[in-house]
Every structure is written in C-alpha cells, then in structure tokens.
C-alpha cells in the first residue's frame, strides 16, 4: 500500500522579530513555491514554548508519496533551501531540523 508522506521542518527563531520574518516569507511564497513542485498540502504551526526562550515553527508538508518527496528532495529543494539559507542562515541563529515520515491516520 503507497502511503503518503509527512514531512516536517522545524525551525527554531532566537527572537519574536526573526519568527515573524519567518512566517511572512513562508506565508508569503515559500509554501506556494513547496507546494507548487510537489507538495499536496502544508500547515504552519507555531508551537508553544516557554517564556523568553526561542521560538519554534513547523511547517508539515504532505506528499502524495515517498516517490513524490523524493523528487522534491533531488531537484527542488537544494534551490529553496539556498534561498531559504540567504534570509535564514546560521549568522541568524536560525536552527533547522527536518523530519520524514509515513502518515497511517490523517482525518
């Protein structure tokens, strides 16, 4: 059975300011341009954390299947991380972290 697939990115933000730079560019384009080469869907969530310390996006992608994330990866990404990496590289103190996985349940 072909199931689709999450993928996640999570970005720790050391400031409020950084972290609403980010959600704009992502709201703004960057989830469109995801979406646009081969994602099906994308939620941004801004987690809860403590007070004053970093701040913490997700952005859950969904791809119809690991085939489709997979065409992502090897020939669209490495483009949108680059540019992603100009507005949010590490002299930011923005932090990545990516995850991959298959989705049983979604409703």
């Known amino acids: 059975m072909t199931r689709a697939v999450a993928y996640t990115v999570r970005a720790t933000l050391p400031s409020a300011q950084i972290q609403q ?3 704009a560019w992502l709201i703004d384009g960057h ?16 987690l ?14 969904t791809f119809a299947d690991r085939s489709a994330l997979e065409h992502y990866l090897s020939k669209h990404a490495p483009r949108l991380r680059a540019a992603g990496g ?13 995850t991959v996985g298959e989705i049983y349940c979604q409703r």
Do not use: C, H, N, W
């Open 86 to 98: 100009e507005k949010f590289g590490p002299d930011t103190g923005v932090r990545f972290q990516r």
């Open 31 to 46: 989830i469109a341009e995801v979406m646009a080469v081969g994602a099906a869907s994308a939620q941004v969530v801004s």
């Open 21 to 23: 730079a980010y959600l």
């Open 48 to 61: 809860d954390t403590e007070p004053g310390g970093p701040m913490t996006v997700e952005v859950r992608y």
